[in-house]
């Protein structure tokens, strides 16, 4: 295992099922959080740094209730 980022690394995140990962060119990830059965408590998606610190995160459930994939457009 070179890498790993867990529940316990961000527990405000509610760490469900990871359903994408897309490394992003600044060596950040980009992870999709499908909160199945945890609809409206933590994040959908959030970019992480190889030093475990969250960039951003999107977690707008009035507007989205469910996520399954999300991808970054760069250029």
Do not use: C, Y
């Not at 209730?65 to 760069?74: A, G």
């Amino acid at each position: 295992m070179v890498w790993e980022f867990g529940p316990k690394d961000a527990p405000e995140l509610n760490l469900t099922w990871i359903s994408s990962i897309q490394l992003l060119k600044n060596g950040n990830i980009v992870i999709g959080n499908f909160l199945r059965g945890q609809e409206g408590r933590g994040a959908h998606a959030f970019e992480v740094t190889r030093d475990k610190q969250v960039v951003w995160k999107f977690a707008d459930h009035g507007l989205v209730t469910s996520l399954t994939t999300i991808r970054v457009l760069e250029d």
